[in-house]
């Protein structure tokens, strides 16, 4: 954040916890495949690689969440994903060890400010 602006990669990892808290409210047991921590460790050291997948599923979450009494929620984090992509409109791939660490910084930024959504 050296220009007062988020990293690339913190604004991934910010995503990666938007896509996760919206999979979560469209889940009927309330689980994301993005919970997994070892899909944590792989998107931090590849955003690219997990976050491409994961996008196109977007819609069938908010469809399936907004069926259920946390609908509104689903609908906040869904408006939000298009200020979390990465300024240069690219997915990074392989991250160094610094930009792995503002990648997580991101993911925990993004749950606190979703908070109840995240859970």
């Known amino acids: 954040m050296a220009d007062g602006q988020p990293t690339d990669a913190y604004r991934c990892g ?5 896509l996760a808290a919206l999979e979560r409210l469209g889940a009927p047991d309330g689980r994301a495949k993005l919970d997994n921590r070892t899909t ?3 998107a931090s050291e590849n955003p690219r690689g997990t976050l491409k997948l994961h996008l196109p599923r977007v819609m069938s979450h908010l469809m399936r969440a907004q069926k259920s009494p946390r609908g509104g929620e689903a609908v906040k984090v869904f408006r939000s994903i298009p200020e ?8 990074p791939g392989s991250l160094n060890h610094a930009q792995r ?19």
């Open 84 to 91: 979390l992509l990465p300024r240069s409109r690219e997915l």
């Open 101 to 119: 660490d503002d990648f997580l910084k991101g993911c925990l930024a993004q749950e606190r400010a979703l908070g109840a959504a995240a859970r």
């Open 40 to 42: 944590l460790a792989k």
């Open 14 to 18: 910010q995503l990666y916890a938007a």
